[in-house]
Each structure stands twice: as structure tokens, then as C-alpha cells.
């Protein structure tokens, strides 16, 4: 059996104690949240922490309530809370159909969102959701809670904006507005692989059937999940039913995209995917936002 | 440290390390081997049990973590004089082979049920997604799912009769129905 | 249940019989409650209490990363000075070696790493948690070699040389004509000019990939002594042979050593989980044992997933250039095949037992084979997974001969119906040796009638359906494979007591298949009973049971034809007891009911209970079995498959699935169905995902978070992908096929590894379909193979005709 290394453990009782334990050994020290991604590591001994800093156990921090005109998790909501709400399916499609495609049942009932997003891992789905809709991060460190957004959040592979003393205690994502629809869509090669590609897609129309908004995120095609702007853009006041637009906006976001050739397939593949998913997506979201489903 | 948690109604109590996955806390301190670990990366399911009432892979999660919850594991869903209907079902329905991935599947499948009595096929894919198997193709597994789904709803207990049959001295059982 | 008594002759071959037990579809796997409950021990489970002890050692390997290396220095003492306990090579036996046969090698490197996961020392330690420290501990340094991956370069004079006599290992023709390595060549008729005067000549490559078990179940053993006899409970198929080679390793007679997979505590079957082939020996079972002498303790060792998957035996790639020649009426008039086989880096694998399956398969007056197995550092060995060849062997043949049916234009069924091998009379037409039995042409029709084909084939390259960016195909393929090689004899015993009590004692074990089913199923209908309630086994157990062959070749069931043997010698001591009770002739009385009768007189009867009740002790009859030698040992079927696969995602999804395979007559009727499902749902994963891949040849990239500390790439559940639950085709219909084999027990035939053969070409000869015709060369079929299939099928629109060359005359 491949055993985790020995690692010192702790479990705070309150997020200001956590954030204490954080400022006094952070370099050393890791946040241990489901572990669904981490305890994988740990047992493949991949990077081996001194101290795991058990959050788990935190008040207050398990959540999914729609106030101040945002969707707020709170971190330590599993994603299984996410794919059960009826509010999440209703009015955040694509927040709904992400949570359903992470990993299996049995790692949705542990693993966190707010571990999922801090993670870092590309292939992950939350993250592209988050970008899609404009999403923010609430991250709070010795200085209180500050509010981090989406885009920016995702520095590299394995590596966001948090500090080695915050722990992210909220993701929120504003409200659609009547009129919005979103859609994630993902091809994996098997359950619970990692996304060969996949798009998160979040549409609003205006008055006529032109897009308000459109917010494009796509994961597993990148060192981190990509915010495809330019896709967005172009995008901008044009109809999710205009075929030339559409096409147009999915080839921007391949361009976006930066997939590298596994076993999954090839990069080329994975662009043609994100072409495509893209595609998809905005048709898909169009028309969830036509028929006023939230 | 010390760790306590109550598994299959039984308080459990140990001296153990930090680094202890529960899968192990369960299969060394509890001495509960129905609990299996068939991979080292989180994949294949067959450590599969419910914590406070969820499936989850408990070689997934640091026995410290489960301190002061409730696990349940196959032993837990029965026993020789009252198999639970899913176990029956895969009796019955003949849902495994090797039997290595077994408890997982039991314990997944237990878990659908309770939630959702009366689940279809695509509902019972998703559900066992999380649970490999190499021998069955899965066909006889979906298959003894939907019936121990039909046992549940219609209340029925034939499992406990066969298991009173099985007292009274045949080997192989649960018998009476066993040729 | 008949109103009328059965005769219970030695072997009732008729095919109208009636059986209490044999087919019987209510009988239902032995073990499956001890399983549901979760009280199954297998060997990972097996605690020191299990086994009467106090105390227990885990153990683990040290394998070596790279494929081609010289060890320079092991130092282990570190591992030493922390209390743990090493193992390298120059603490063993000199020159012993490990393992069957030709195929005997030193359980650690002696000095040279041929393949990625060779082990390289073994340690012990007092807890499971610190074996990983332990071998973190060791210190060893390499020498890397120059290595090559491909079977190709390998003959290449510039390849590095694996091997003192090159990369081809020499070998010769074995007992009864089997090859064992080295070349092969077979002739017959005249193959150049049949092509010349053939009216179609089609010849192309096709190849395969390294592919592993994968059972959910990890490799293990536990090992101890008691003074200077040795006990190892392995999970093996193997029991009996894994008893022999540790014997010769330690160099002590047989009867100190005892190998059980039974040691949990369960007498139907133990502690064996899946096997596929894979336990049937390894490593682990020998250095547990070394281990544990020097320790004076049982040491525990259960397989990590990587040494798991990079120790043991693989199946290997094996690709063929072909020439087919046919006349324009659809006649297959020559096979011309080269083979190659990557054996590995241990070598000795058997390429040219796949060749033994291809002259089977079709009626063909001309044929020529080569083959050439070639050793490589690409992994470890080519041997056993469910099936020994021929998986591959069909996948390579029923991808040409479909083909050359696409050339003439002809139905794929038709062309099989027309030169297959078939029903009156089928011969092995090399030794020129009867086939014991053949389902053909019986399964094609009925899977071909099941399946609906003649509704859903269009023709070639056209679909059955299309909707908007979905295409759906069908496909199908026939298959002829052995069943093993002859292995020894295997003996069982049966045992009444006077309470009625019986038992089975068989050394064959159970892995999955239905073995401890199947087993005392056959023993019992023998003895007439009506039900194995009473029917105790215990089996694969080298101290309780008698020498058994191999769990291997789907033959258990053909060898445990001994029970009959058994059964009858128990009638010999039994029935002149019954005879002077009912005052008959002992020749005259049978078994049939639960009663033992007078075959003269039905009436005069006594209860299988009452006639035990004679007996003042028990009494046990003894069997041996040895599959002739003088006849082939088919296992025929056929095979249909419906594909969909999206031409935007490329992503193919399998829809629907018919088997018809030959069971001679089904014995343990839920078990066999099952092994059919399950090893056609195998199949979707040698088709379309299942690769043991190494890093430095591929141009791959390592899953992000995953370490490649050596050069293996998906040694793991999550990048060496098996089918999932929703990979299983949404209908799955199995059909057995009764023709009865006289060789085996009842007319039955073994069946295991061929639910998995030939399953792979169904379904991608459906997807051929759905793709406009083209033809795809290589298994696994990756995504980008697919893109590729649908870029050309864009690029033409009439498809139908291939990349590879042909020629018309």
C-alpha cells in the first residue's frame, strides 16, 4: 500500500485560529479541506507538508444562499450540496451542470468547492464556472476578508492568488438577470478522468435576442482554466443564433485555449473541442436564456 | 492522538497517527475487512462506506477526519440473519464475480436508495460511476439494483426469511433457495 | 425435476438430457453471500489471527525505474540500521530460479534491468505503513543502457541486445508440437501461387499494444514457517505449480510446503480475487517466504498498483502483415501472415501461440505463417491475460478478413458463412487433428438472427443510422480460438460421510469464473443429488485437496472432468454396501434423485441419506483427468456489435452488443452468462482505451498532479483507463450455444478467456461502419485515430475504399 508521509496535524476550532496557524507555519503547512484532491497527493507522496491545517471542522463556512444580488458558497460547502440545490439548478445551469460532471459521487460528497477552486489543478470544473460568470473569491487572512475576483485568481498551475495565510472562505457569483442561461459542457474520456476539454458558458440576452453578457471559462486546455476574452467580445450584442458569430467566438477561444497532447489526445484534438464545446455552449446557453429557465 | 468514532453502531477507539486513512482505521482497528482497497489513487471504489450516512472512499479520508462521526460499512448493512435488500438483491440478481469490488458497489448502491427508491438506469449509472469493476461488465449489477429498488419499495423481506432458513442448518446460504 | 430417474453414467453426453443441477438457471455462485456481507477474507484481508499468530511483517518491492540499466551499488543500510529487512540479490540462493518452466528467472535483478518495474530489492517492516519508508531507504545506483520500446527496432542490428544470443529469444517445438519461443513456421499448400491466381489480393499491417489486467484485486501473499515447513497463502490460479517452484527454490521436498488460497478462514475458494491470468506466479510469493524465514515471522506483501501492474506478465503487442487472396465469388483461397510479437523484457513469451488460432478460423487451403518473437525493454513479459494470443491474434485477423470481404463487396457475414470452419467435421488443418467439438455455423446464424442484422446492415461503410452529428454502425467478427495448452493431469477427490455430508476436494481455485460452483455442481448431479446443499467444497489447497492442474486456458472446467472419475470410484466402494441393502446387483444401482436404485428395478430404492447411512466411516472416491492430446480444443463464436460515435467529439459509445459462443453444454448456467458479459465489456476497453504506455517513446505528457518517477506513465486505476459502469452497452445479450464436447464433464467446455476474445474487432468493425468504411489498424483505438476516421470519411464522401493497397487481377 502507498502510505501518506508522516505530517503533523491540526485542527482549528475557529477561521481566526486557522489564520493564526497559517501566519505562524504557512511556508510548511497545507489547508486540508475534503481532501479529495490533497489526500490523493499525500498517499502518492507528492509533495509532503509538515502540518495539515484541517479546516473541516470550521463554523459557518458550509452555505449556498443567494443575498446582495450574488450566489455565495460558502468554502466548505461539498459539491454534492451544489448539485442537490434546487436553487443552483434553477438559476446557476452552469454552476449546476459542473458540479455534476466533478469526479464521482463519492468524491462530490466530500470534496469541497472551496477546495476544488484552490486547488489550482487546470482540469478542474469549478474554476472555468467561476470565470464564466464573473465569479469573486473571498479570501481572509490576518487583515480581515478581501475580495478577490475570478479572473486573476488563477495564477499558474497548482498556484492561485491566495496567500500562504488566507484561507478562501466564500465563492460567490452574481445573480443572472432575467434573460441569462448558462451550460457546462465537458468531454472526458472516462468518469472521474480529467477533462480531455471542457466549456463553462454563461449567456444574457438583452431586449432583442443580442448578448448582454457572455463570459466564456474553459478548463483542461491550459496551465490554469482560461478566461476566453476575446471570445466574449466578440460575442457582444450578437445572437447566440447567428451561426457566423458563434463560430466565430468558438474559434477565438481555441485560439485561447493552450492544450497540451496526452493520452487524453492530441492538442490539436483539444482545441478543435474547445471549438466546438464553445459552439455548443453558446447555442446551449442562448437558449437556456430564451426560455427564461433560472 | 486519539481518535474515536462509531462504526456500524459501535464505538471505536484507538492510539493512532495522523497519517491513518480511515480505510485503514476501519480494516486494522475495527478489524472490518469487508472494507477493500483495490488502488492507491482514489479510482476504483472498492473502500467504499457511508460517513454519516454519505459514500464516500475511505481510503480518501484520514481517520482522524471521521472522529466523532458515524461510518458505516457492508458489515454494517447486514448480516447472516438479515441481509438488507441490496444485499439480497445481489445475491439474487448474481451482481459480482471475484467479489473484490463488492462492498463498494453494496454500499453505493444502499446509498442510491435511500435517497432515490426508485432510481433508473441512467440514475443508477450515475451513482456506481465512482465504483470500478473488472469482472461483471456491470450488467448484472445495474440489474440487481433495480430489484433490491423493487424489494425496498414493495417492503418485501424475502431475505430474512431465507436468512431463517439458513439457521436452521443448510450451508451455502442464504439457502432454501440455494441449489 | 424429471419424474423418472437419471441415469448417471460416467460422462452423459446426450444432448436431450435432462439434469437436476447441469444448466439449471436457479443455481446461484456459492460464495456470493459470504461476498454481499462483506465476510469474504481475500489476501490483503488475512490478518496474524487468521493464520494463528501474533504478530505479522508487510513487504514491499523496490523496483527499478528505467528499462535498460546496470545496477552499479544497492546500499541498504540504512533501511537495515532503521530495523527493517532487505532482500537483494545476493542474499538468495545462488542461481535459484522462480517461475514455470523455460519461463523460471531470478526474483531479483542480478545485475541487469530489462524493463521499467523490475524488481530490485525487497524490504519488510513491522507495520504496512512504513514499508514505503523502508524502501525509501535504499539506496541504488544505475548505469543507464541504451533501451528500445519498439519490436521492430529490436531486430534492428544497431538495437541494443537484450539478450547473449540477441533480441530473438531462441526456443524450439515443445512437447506435442508446441512452440515455446523462437520462430515459427507453418506451411500449407501453396500460398505464392494461390495469391497469383487469386481474383482479389489485399494486404496490409495491424498491431496491438501492451495491455494489463487490472483486476480490481491486488497480487499478494502471505508467507510463513513452522519450523522447516512453509505455508503461503497466494492469491494464484496456480496453487498446485506454485507449490513445485517454491519446493525447487528452497530446495525441500513438496510435502513441506503448503500453498492454499484458502488460509481466510472460507472453504469456497479463499482468498483469491480476480485473475485474468495474472496470479499465476509471481515475485511475491517467493520473496514473502524468504523473507519470512529470515524474519521468523509471516510476512505479509500485497502489491502496490504500480508494481502490480509493471511486475507481472502483460499481454503483448503483436501486430501481422497480411496478403489474403480470394476469388470474386468470396472463396478465400490464401493467408499469407508475418507475425511480430514484443515479448518483453523477460522474454520467453509465446508469440507464435498466436498463430495458432488464425489457420483455425477459416477453411483455407493455402496458408503460410511466421512469426518472430522479439524481446524488448518495453515491459515486463508477454504471457497470460485472459487469453494467451489469441486476443490479439483475432483482432489482427478479423480486421483483415473483414476487410478483404469490403474488397469484394460481399456481406462480412455471408463471407464468414462461406469459408469459416464449421460444423460437419472440423479439423486442425497443420497436426491435421480433430476438433473435439464446433458450434459453427449454429452461432453465427443465431447471433446474426438475434442481433437483427439483415435490418440494420446497409453495407459497407454506410451507416445504419445517422442523426444530425451522430452515426451509428454494426459490425461483427467470428471467433476460433484454443483452449490453452495440454496441461498435466488434474485429480480430485470426493468424500460421502456417513451423515450424507458431501465433500468436493479439488486443488483448481476459483477467480472469479464459478469455479466453486461449478465444481461441486458436477459432482453432485453425478451423485443424482437434487440440491448442493449438503455439498461442501474445499479447494485449491495443496494440504486438503490432490494435485490439480492450472486454473488457467479456460480449462478448469474441462479438468475438473476428474469428479466424474471420482464419483465413480466412490460408487465402486459404496455400491456393493447399497447392493446387499437392496438386495441388487452393485453393477445395476445409479444414482438419480437424491436415491440410489436399481437400475432393474426403479422401485427398489433407498435415499441418498439412508444409503450413507451404510457407511461407518466415510468414504472417498478418487479421479484423474488428462485432456487427450490428439484433438483440438475449440472454443468457436460470433459476435455482433452496434457503435455510435459523435463526428464532432469523436467520443463512440458502444449501444448494443449479441455473443453467441459454444459452451458445449452449460453446466453453472448464471456463471457462464456472466463471464460472457463481463468479458465482452473488457473487450470495449481493449478496443478503445486500455495502453500500458512508457515515457521516453511517447509522445504522451504525464497527467498533471501525477509523479513519473520512472518511465512508466499510467501505471494507476486513473491513466490506465478499465471500462467504467457507463461504458457497459446499453443491452448486452448473451446466447449460449450447446455443442456438446465429449471430452469434457457432461459435454461442457471451459469458456473464460473467450468471452473476451475477438470482443474488441466487434466493436470496431461497427464503428469501420459508422465511418464511412474506414479501416483502423492499431488497438486501442485513441481519439485521435477517430479524428483521423472522420477526417478522412469527410474527405471521402463514398468511402469504401481503404488506405492500404490492393490489388485487383
Not at chain 1, 244 to 259: M, R
Request: glycine residues 10%; proline residues 6%; contains cysteine.
Amino acid at each position: 500500500m502507498t502510505l501518506p508521509p508522516r505530517f503533523g496535524y491540526a485542527a482549528p476550532r475557529s477561521l481566526d485560529e486557522a489564520v493564526r496557524v497559517l501566519q505562524a507555519r504557512g511556508d510548511e503547512a497545507k489547508v486540508l479541506a475534503g481532501g479529495q484532491s490533497m489526500i490523493p497527493l499525500l498517499k502518492l507522496r507528492v509533495g509532503a507538508p509538515a502540518l495539515l491545517v484541517d479546516i473541516q471542522k470550521l463554523p459557518g463556512l458550509d452555505y449556498v444562499e443567494e443575498s446582495g444580488g450574488f450566489l455565495r458558497v460558502g468554502a466548505l460547502t461539498r459539491v454534492a450540496a451544489l448539485c442537490r440545490s434546487d436553487l443552483v439548478r434553477r438559476k446557476y445551469q452552469a454552476l449546476h451542470d459542473a458540479s455534476l460532471t466533478v469526479a464521482d459521487p463519492l468524491v462530490r460528497n466530500l470534496g469541497t468547492v472551496g477546495g476544488n477552486l484552490c486547488h489550482g489543478d487546470p482540469a478542474n470544473d469549478l474554476p472555468a464556472v467561476m470565470l464564466a460568470m464573473g465569479g469573486e473569491l473571498v479570501a481572509t487572512g490576518p487583515a480581515g476578508a478581501r475580495t478577490v475576483r475570478a479572473d486573476g485568481f488563477f495564477v499558474d498551475t497548482f498556484t492561485t492568488a491566495l496567500a500562504r495565510d488566507e484561507i478562501l472562505t466564500e465563492a460567490r457569483v452574481p445573480s443572472p438577470p432575467p434573460r441569462s442561461g448558462g451550460v457546462y459542457l465537458k468531454v472526458e474520456q472516462k468518469v472521474a478522468d480529467f477533462a480531455t476539454a471542457a466549456a463553462a458558458v454563461q449567456v444574457t440576452l438583452d431586449r432583442g435576442s443580442g448578448c448582454a453578457y457572455v463570459g466564456i471559462g474553459l478548463a483542461g486546455v491550459g496551465a490554469t482554466a482560461i478566461k476566453a476574452k476575446k471570445a466574449e467580445e466578440a460575442m457582444a450584442g450578437r445572437e447566440p443564433t447567428d451561426r457566423k458569430a458563434v463560430a466565430e467566438a468558438a474559434g477565438l477561444a481555441a485560439e485561447a485555449s493552450s492544450p497540451v497532447s496526452d493520452i487524453r489526445g492530441t492538442a490539436e484534438y483539444k482545441k478543435r473541442l474547445v471549438r466546438l464545446l464553445v459552439a455548443r455552449g453558446l447555442e446551449k446557453a442562448g437558449e437556456r436564456a430564451r426560455r427564461g429557465a433560472r | 492522538m486519539r481518535v474515536q468514532m462509531e462504526i456500524n453502531g459501535i464505538r471505536t477507539e484507538s492510539n493512532t497517527d495522523a497519517t491513518t486513512l480511515l480505510s485503514d482505521f476501519i480494516r486494522e482497528e475495527a478489524g472490518l475487512t469487508g472494507t477493500h482497497a483495490g488502488c492507491d489513487t482514489s479510482n476504483c471504489g472498492a473502500c467504499t462506506v457511508l460517513l454519516d450516512g454519505r459514500v464516500v472512499k475511505s481510503c480518501t479520508v484520514l481517520a482522524v477526519q471521521a472522529a466523532g462521526r458515524k461510518v458505516t460499512t457492508i458489515e454494517g448493512l447486514g448480516d447472516a440473519n438479515d441481509l438488507s435488500p441490496v444485499q439480497y438483491a445481489f445475491w439474487k440478481k448474481h451482481g459480482l464475480q471475484c467479489g473484490f469490488c463488492t462492498p463498494g458497489m453494496i454500499v453505493s448502491a444502499y446509498a442510491l436508495l435511500q435517497r432515490n427508491p426508485d432510481p433508473d438506469e441512467e440514475e443508477i449509472r450515475n451513482a456506481l460511476a465512482g465504483n470500478l469493476c473488472r469482472c461483471t461488465g456491470y450488467v448484472k449489477i445495474v440489474e440487481s439494483v433495480r430489484y433490491a429498488a423493487k424489494l425496498t419499495r414493495e417492503g418485501k423481506t424475502p431475505f430474512r426469511a431465507a436468512a431463517r432458513r439458513r439457521k436452521e442448518g443448510e450451508i451455502h446460504g442464504p439457502p432454501g433457495e440455494s441449489l | 425435476m424429471s419424474s423418472k430417474p437419471q441415469s448417471s453414467g460416467l460422462n452423459n453426453l446426450d444432448p436431450n438430457a435432462k439434469f437436476n443441477l447441469v444448466g439449471n438457471q436457479a443455481v446461484t455462485r456459492r460464495d456470493i453471500y459470504a461476498k454481499v456481507t462483506g465476510q469474504r477474507k481475500y489476501t490483503p484481508d488475512i490478518g496474524p489471527g487468521d493464520i494463528g499468530r501474533s504478530t505479522m511483517w508487510y513487504a514491499g518491492f523496490l523496483v527499478a525505474p528505467h528499462p535498460h540499466a546496470r545496477v552499479t551499488s544497492i546500499d541498504v543500510s540504512a533501511a537495515q540500521a532503521a530495523g527493517y529487512v532487505t532482500l537483494v540479490e545476493s542474499d538468495l540462493p545462488v542461481g535459484a530460479l522462480f517461475g514455470i518452466g523455460a519461463r523460471a528467472y531470478p526474483p531479483l535483478v542480478s545485475s541487469e534491468v530489462l524493463y521499467p518495474g523490475q524488481p530490485v530489492a525487497a524490504v519488510a517492516a513491522p507495520t504496512a505503513n512504513e514499508v514505503v519508508d523502508a524502501l525509501n531507504l535504499i539506496k541504488v545506483e544505475y548505469e543507464q543502457l541504451p533501451y528500445v520500446f519498439d519490436a521492430q527496432e529490436a531486430l534492428q542490428a544497431s538495437a541494443p541486445q537484450l539478450w547473449p544470443g540477441g533480441n530473438v529469444p531462441g526456443g524450439g517445438v515443445g512437447e506435442n508440437g508446441a512452440v515455446t519461443s523462437g520462430t515459427l513456421t507453418l506451411n500449407l499448400g501453396d500460398v505464392d501461387t494461390a495469391l497469383a491466381n487469386a481474383d482479389v489480393v489485399y494486404e496490409d499491417t495491424f498491431g496491438t499494444s501492451i495491455q494489463q489486467h487490472f483486476e480490481i484485486f491486488p497480487r499478494g501473499a502471505v508467507a510463513y514457517w513452522s519450523g522447516g515447513q512453509l505455508t503461503v497463502n497466494a492469491s494464484t490460479q496456480f496453487a498446485w505449480a506454485v507449490q513445485q517452484q517454491l519446493a525447487a527454490y528452497f530446495a525441500i521436498p513438496a510435502t513441506d510446503v503448503r500453498v492454499s488460497t484458502s488460509l481466510g478462514g472460507y472453504e469456497d475458494g479463499g482468498a483469491l480475487g480476480n485473475g485474468l491470468g495474472n496470479k499465476s506466479t509471481g515475485e511475491e510469493y517467493v520473496l514473502a517466504a524468504v523473507l519470512a524465514q529470515k524474519i521468523g515471522a509471516p510476512v505479509k506483501f500485497v502489491h502496490t498498483r504500480l508494481t502490480h501492474a509493471r511486475t507481472t506478465t502483460n499481454r503483448w503487442p503483436l501486430s501481422a502483415t497480411f496478403r489474403l487472396g480470394a476469388m470474386n465469388d468470396g472463396t478465400l483461397v490464401a493467408i499469407d501472415g508475418i507475425y511480430t510479437a514484443n515479448v518483453g523484457g523477460r522474454g520467453g513469451a509465446q508469440g507464435a501461440d498466436a498463430v495458432g488460432d488464425f489457420y483455425n478460423a477459416y477453411n483455407c487451403p493455402n496458408m503460410r505463417f511466421y512469426s518472430i518473437p522479439v524481446t524488448t525493454d518495453a515491459y515486463s513479459n508477454g504471457a497470460a491475460m485472459r487469453s494467451v494470443g489469441e486476443e490479439q491474434g483475432h483482432f489482427l485477423m478479423e480486421s483483415a478478413i473483414d476487410e478483404l470481404a469490403h474488397k469484394l463487396n460481399m456481406d462480412p457475414v455471408q463471407f464468414r458463412l462461406k469459408n469459416m470452419r464449421q460444423a460437419p467435421n472440423p479439423v486442425e488443418p497443420f497436426a491435421n487433428l480433430p476438433y473435439t467439438t464446433i458450434a459453427q455455423p449454429q452461432a453465427l446464424q443465431e447471433a446474426m438472427q438475434a442481433f437483427g442484422w439483415s435490418n440494420l446492415w446497409k453495407g459497407w461503410g454506410v451507416p445504419s443510422s445517422v442523426n444530425g452529428t451522430k452515426r451509428v454502425g454494426v459490425g461483427m467478427c467470428i471467433q476460433n480460438a484454443s483452449k490453452g495448452s495440454p496441461f498435466p493431469p488434474s485429480t480430485s477427490q470426493v468424500q460421502v460421510d456417513p451423515d450424507g455430508t458431501v465433500t468436493v476436494y479439488i486443488g483448481l481455485t476459483d477467480h472469479g469464473a464459478g469455479g466453486n460452483t461449478t465444481f461441486p455442481l458436477i459432482a453432485s448431479e453425478a451423485l443424482g443429488l437434487t440440491s448442493m446443499a449438503n455439498v461442501k467444497l474445499i479447494q485449491s489447497d495443496t494440504m486438503y485437496t490432490t494435485n490439480a492442474s492450472v486454473t488457467a486456458g479456460s480449462q478448469s472446467t474441462h479438468n475438473s472432468h476428474s469428479l466424474l472419475y471420482a464419483v465413480e470410484d466412490l460408487k465402486n466402494q459404496w455400491f456393493p454396501i447399497v447392493a446387499s441393502k437392496l438386495n441388487a446387483n452393485a453393477n445395476n444401482l445409479a444414482f438419480g434423485n437424491d436415491t440410489i436404485y436399481d437400475t432393474t428395478n426403479p422401485s427398489n430404492s433407498i435415499s441418498f441419506n439412508d444409503a450413507a447411512a451404510l457407511l461407518t466411516s466415510s468414504i472417498k472416491g478418487f479421479g484423474v483427468w488428462q485432456i487427450p492430446f490428439n484433438v483440438a480444443y475449440r472454443s468457436t463464436g460470433a459476435r455482433f456489435a452496434q457503435v455510435e460515435v459523435d463526428t464532432e467529439t469523436a467520443v463512440v459509445h458502444v449501444i448494443s452488443h449479441t455473443f453467441a459462443l459454444g459452451l458445449g453444454r452449460t453446466i453453472f448456467y448464471k456463471g457462464a452468462i456472466h463471464q460472457m458479459m463481463g468479458g465482452s465489456v473488457m473487450g470495449i476497453g481493449s478496443a478503445f482505451f486500455e495502453e500500458l504506455l512508457n515515457d521516453p517513446s511517447q509522445n504522451v505528457t504525464v497527467t498533471p498532479g501525477f509523479p513519473s518517477s520512472g518511465s512508466w506513465l499510467n501505471p494507476n486505476f486513473h491513466d490506465y483507463q478499465i471500462p467504467t459502469i457507463y461504458e457497459n452497452p446499453d443491452s448486452a445479450n448473451v446466447i449460449p450455444v450447446e455443442n456438446i464436447d465429449p471430452t469434457g464433464p457432461f459435454g461442457a467446455t471451459g469458456i473464460g478467456e473467450n468471452c473476451i476474445i475477438a470482443a474488441d474487432i466487434s466493436f470496431i468493425n461497427a464503428l469501420s461502419n459508422a465511418l464511412g468504411g474506414y479501416r483502423f489498424h492499431k488497438t486501442p483505438i485513441r481519439i485521435e485515430d477517430v479524428v483521423e476516421a472522420i477526417q478522412w470519411m469527410n474527405s471521402n464522401p463514398n468511402g469504401a475504399s481503404s488506405t492500404s493497397s490492393s490489388t485487383t487481377s
